[in-house]
């Protein structure tokens, strides 16, 4: 299976909140998972990546929580503020250079 | 931005015509990437190129065809544009090594 299964579809948060949203593959191959960040009209770009001999990664507010059992990846970010509005993609790699993407989750933070 | 630039921006055309889009890069990465992208469904691959004049499917790629003829440039067509098609489209580079892709800024298109 090569889809990537991300929910919540859309999220709101209260500033100084946490915001998670999760994500679940099936295919035991993949071996990359980066969070991409969207801002309104503007391209995605690289927020975090983790690979599966780690179970976090912590780059100041955002955090990547990986369950290689369950199958299963999230992204933690912690004391959400008002610019951290966005849409949020996950994405895992079959192989080098390919990206299979969630569907993205919008997220509002409430000021 | 890596570089990456889209043209056009935006784009409105009739059912039945062709379209092309151009990504240009300035900086010599060898992969690049057209995804389009729709409410629900994320970033969905059209075609990718791993370098001039080798190019290959992705997981949506009837209707749309490339080339590259040059490693700056990477040209997507809409042989025959459908309402189907309409969607923004990104471009993407990435280079021999490295898993980070880096995004243009994007087409809107729209097929009446």
């Known amino acids: 299976q090569q889809q990537v299964k991300q929910s919540p579809q859309s999220l709101i948060v209260q500033k100084g909140g946490i915001s998670i949203i999760n994500c679940a593959y099936e295919?035991?191959?993949?071996?990359?998972f980066p969070w991409y960040q969207q801002f309104p009209g503007k391209g995605p770009a690289l927020l975090i990546a983790i690979r599966p001999d780690v179970s976090e990664k912590k780059e100041g507010r955002f955090t990547i929580s990986f369950n290689k059992s369950a199958k299963q990846f999230s992204l933690h970010i912690m004391d959400s503020q008002p610019g951290d509005s966005a849409t949020y993609f996950c994405?895992?790699?079959?192989?080098?250079?390919?990206?299979?993407w969630g569907a993205g989750t919008k997220l509002i933070i409430k000021p | 931005d890596a570089g990456i630039t889209q043209s056009p921006r935006h784009k409105v055309t009739e059912t039945g015509t062709p379209v092309t889009l151009r990504c240009h890069q300035t900086e010599n990465h060898r992969y690049m990437y057209w995804y389009r992208q729709d409410p629900g469904h994320g970033l969905r691959l059209i075609h990718y190129?791993?370098?001039?004049?080798?190019?290959d499917k992705g997981e949506v790629s009837d209707g749309y065809s490339v080339s590259r003829s040059k490693t700056e440039d990477f040209l997507l067509t809409l042989e025959s544009a459908t309402s189907s098609q309409t969607s923004v489209y990104f471009c993407?580079?990435?280079?021999?090594?490295?898993?980070?892709?880096?995004f243009g800024p994007g087409t809107r298109l729209t097929v009446l």
């Open positions: 190129s791993y370098g001039v004049k080798d190019t």
């Open positions: 295919n035991t191959a993949f071996d990359y």
């Open positions: 994405a895992a790699s079959p192989s080098q250079y390919q990206l299979i």
């Open positions: 993407a580079i990435t280079s021999t090594g490295r898993d980070e892709q880096f």
